[in-house]
């Protein structure tokens, strides 16, 4: 199994889409560091257990993990499924889906981020791809789209039936110790969370969410013995 992942081959390691320093000018620092810390390496924290092999069976799809310079500082854009969607109901998200016939990682991400929020594709800059992780529940084969967000609009729920909320959530209140804690499942899964902008991301978005802060360099001390309720989310 090659790093980069073919067809079934899933990639283990992050890849950057920005070749050289000439096609960063403009780029935020942080921006720039995040890049250089994801490129060739395995995402850090609990989210790495998702990495590795995946049936062939498996689909394929793809999220968009995008960044934007904010008025309180780097921001994330996220997203809360709507109650009645078939799968993942109410949980919190990164915009994206499953790809369709032809469409790669990027194209897919796009995509669904206009379908489901309204950000407009050209005025999104795709900088890396993360290593793809395999959500075992779905059997999907997913690729997370690290992107930079180089003329922010307005944003909202396009369609209510399949996104209840979309947020702009600043980088400052998810490394904030104060709004993180971790979930405990029945079957005794325990992950990290934040309670931010009225969500409370967990699963796997928040994995991918800590360990982001890692790469990006803001992940601060917080409390690992503290739980968050699910009852009033699920």
Known sequence: MNQDGGAGEPRLVGRRLIADRAEATGLPAWMQTLIQAVDGRRLPGPIARLGGAAPASARRGAVLMLFAD???????????????????????AFPGGANDPGEDAVTAALRESFEETGVDPASVLPVALLPELFLAPSSFLVSPVLAYWREPGEVRAVDPA???????????ELSDPANRGQVRLSNGWMGP?????????????????DSLLDLGGWARPWDRDRLFDLSDVR
């Not at 399949?162 to 400052?172: G, L």
């Not at 931010?196 to 969410?209: C, S």
């Open 193 to 209: 969370a934040f309670r931010v902008a009225d969500l409370l991301v967990w699963g796997f978005t928040a994995g991918l969410v």
């Open 70 to 92: 904010g008025p309180a500082g780097p921001d994330l854009l996220l997203t809360q499924r709507s109650a009645t969607m078939r799968s993942h109901a109410g949980q919190p």
């Open 162 to 172: 399949e996104t209840a909320t979309v947020a702009r959530v600043p980088v400052s």
